[in-house]
């Protein structure tokens, strides 16, 4: 069973960068389409970004321009660069593993979660 993990949450003002990374116990990302979702209590998980094993990526249109999703140096790990934060982007992040169903990705299995509050 694979395992993810996030890391790299904080509590940062407004205008800040924040990096969120994710690590799974074995390689798969090449293997598999990944993204982050984030949550804010009271309402549904969004998906907030998705890169497909060969790389290419997709953003929310909350997010573009802003965030960036790539691959670590390391098969395993999947990083989001966030910059530009904005108080609505205050929520908990999830790292996933998924599939595409159609055009549309959907989620298999889920880190943690990591909290980011950007806040002045």
């Known amino acids: 069973q694979v395992q993810l993990v996030e890391s790299g949450g904080g509590l940062v003002q407004p205008g800040a960068s924040l990096k969120l990374s994710c690590t799974a116990s074995k390689i798969v990302f090449s293997l598999n389409p990944m993204a982050w979702y984030r949550q804010v209590p009271g309402k549904q998980r969004e998906l907030v970004a998705v890169?497909?094993?060969?790389?290419?990526?997709d953003y929310a249109d909350s997010v573009k321009g802003r965030f960036t999703l790539s691959r670590g140096s390391g098969e395993n790990i999947m990083n989001l660069q966030m910059d530009r934060l904005k108080p609505e982007d205050t929520a908990v992040y999830y790292c996933n593993m998924g599939h595409w169903s159609g055009s549309s990705y959907s989620p298999t299995l889920w880190g943690q979660g990591t909290q980011v509050t950007v806040s002045s």
């Open positions: 890169i497909e094993g060969s790389g290419s990526t």
